[in-house]
């Protein structure tokens, strides 16, 4: 008798595990998750009360039951970036050995074991080769007309590529010629194609060229021929465009400062305007036979004509109407933007505290539109006919805030509002009007600014994006998301 009774207890323990096993499996797949990753999720992430489709609004907005759910994000964005868990808070909150990287408290999962080495080391690996499905999908890929908004992390050599529909990080794209020394990502500008952008080095000497297809390195510009008279190094600060796609104009920033002219299409150095004064701000006329390029010192800005790069010429133009000079704090112009119909053209003058709109034709001031303390980065909304620009130093009384968005009518070229709510230290900006909205980088790089969430990997005082509703012209509501350190230029690929 005791046979038989041992024989239905293996049967049962068998039946069981199978049951068992086929659960699991089906829980693998419906996750879509790869089997191993699934396993450590389904165990430890999105158990009952934790990170599961119910308990969502407990967990800080971040639900795992699905490999979708992961790459929704959470109330602070995206927690899960492909090719990086150096960037992921996913890695940062499981990890517990910092000889490994980043560790976030409280410790994942909550008031549990926390992973082991092994497992950690799965979800790790998964994630540097992308984090792909079940399928081999990774997440954010196969669309090459992607919309998306660019931020470059100053402080840390990279990018942040951002989905403009979903709002979230889908890359972090390293810049740089050297992991040694920084770089320092001061600019990134989209081709007027669409299909590339550039990252304009301050510390570098070279220009770098990467596809806004899937964000791949393409290759390096070199901004001078190494000779004594074109040295590549400089201060490099922005870069502006010819509407061909064909030649770009990169801007030095020094006392004795020039402009490295480079082919975009064999990637070759052309040429440098030499003898220009602390140089910025640039633009280009739709015709790309005008540039302008902003004097950061002084009261003035450069005219070029670039009809023929190759031997341009150019004029002083004093924003005062005085004679020129370089006297520190006194008009300081930083940025120079064409209007939409190039009428006019919009010149921010941070020691000023105002936005100067000067007569294309003759160069002659129409307006002086006094805006918010320091005036930096601007940007246009064609659709609404509205100029958005950062100050960055105007004072606030609301805790935690240094800074202001003024917002100018172009037609009255009055301010017609002024936001502030939690911004610190605005520079970076970018309109995006095919989606409705305005993306706004705080620097938040003074250590009195509002503690960052996490911690970076290359240390220094993370920063964050607030988005602008271009229909109600306030901030939209619970979108704050911290990127990393000094989230400088922002721009947008429509």
């Known amino acids: 008798m005791k046979k038989y009774y041992f024989v239905f207890f ?40 934790c990170h599961t489709t119910s308990a969502r609004a407990a967990t800080g907005g971040l639900a795992m039951q699905t490999w979708n759910q992961l790459f929704d994000g959470g109330n602070g964005g995206a927690v899960a970036i492909a090719y990086r868990p150096d960037q992921s808070w996913l890695m940062y ?10 560790v976030l408290t409280p410790t994942m999962p909550y008031l549990s074991n926390p992973l082991s080495k092994t497992e950690w080391q799965t979800l790790n690996n998964w994630m540097a080769a992308g984090a792909p499905n079940k399928d081999g999908v990774v997440p954010f890929s196969g669309n090459p007309d992607r919309k998306k908004f660019y931020v470059s992390n100053q402080g840390c050599d990279f990018v942040s590529v951002f989905d403009a529909d979903t709002k979230l990080c889908m890359r972090c794209i390293d810049v740089g010629q050297s992991p040694a020394a920084p770089d320092v990502p001061h600019q990134i500008k989209i081709s007027p194609d669409g299909q590339y952008w550039y990252a304009v080095l301050y510390a570098g000497t070279v ?12 290759g390096d510009i070199p901004l001078g021929d190494g000779s004594a008279t074109y040295q590549p190094t400089g201060q490099w600060s922005t870069i502006s465009i010819t509407p061909d796609g064909k030649i770009g104009f990169v801007v030095d920033w020094e006392s004795d400062s020039k402009i490295a002219v480079v ?44 009809t023929n790069p190759f031997f341009a010429s150019y004029e002083k133009i004093t924003l005062d109407g005085l004679s020129w000079n370089n006297i520190e704090g006194h008009y300081d112009p930083h940025e120079i933007m064409l209007a939409p119909d190039e009428s006019k053209y919009f010149v921010t003058c941070q020691s000023a505290n105002a936005v100067y709109v000067m007569d294309a034709t003759s160069d002659t001031l129409i307006a002086a ?68 909205y305005v993306v706004i980088a705080s620097l938040n790089y003074d250590g009195t600014g509002p503690a960052p969430h996490h911690v970076s990997n290359c240390g220094g005082r993370n920063g964050f994006l607030k988005l602008i509703d271009l229909g109600t012209l306030e901030f939209i509501p619970n979108y704050r998301t911290e990127v990393s350190v000094y989230p400088y230029s922002v721009t947008v690929r429509k």
């Open 93 to 102: 909150f499981t990890n517990t050995d910092t000889s490994w990287g980043p």
């Open 207 to 218: 220009l770098q060229k990467f596809s806004a297809i899937d964000d791949s390195h393409i």
């Open 263 to 306: 082919n975009l299409e064999t990637m070759s150095f052309i040429t440098q305007y030499k003898g220009l004064a602390f140089t910025h701000g640039s633009c280009i006329n739709s015709t790309g036979t005008t540039l302008y390029v902003t004097s950061q010192t002084g009261n003035y800005i450069y005219k070029f004509d670039v």
């Open 369 to 436: 539109i006094a805006v918010g303390k320091t005036p930096l980065e601007m940007g246009i909304s064609k659709d609404h006919n509205e100029l958005f620009v950062t100050c960055e130093y105007e004072p606030s009384s609301e805790p935690k805030t240094i800074g202001e968005v003024d917002v100018i009518d172009l037609n009255t070229l009055q301010v017609i509002k002024k936001l502030q709510d939690g911004l610190y230290e605005p520079h970076g900006i970018g309109v995006m009007d095919t989606e409705g």
């Open 10 to 49: 293996l049967l049962l323990s068998w039946s069981c595990t199978k049951d068992k096993a086929l659960e699991v499996a089906k829980a693998d797949l419906a996750s879509g998750f790869p089997s191993d990753v699934s396993v450590i999720v389904n165990n430890k992430c999105s158990t009952t009360g």
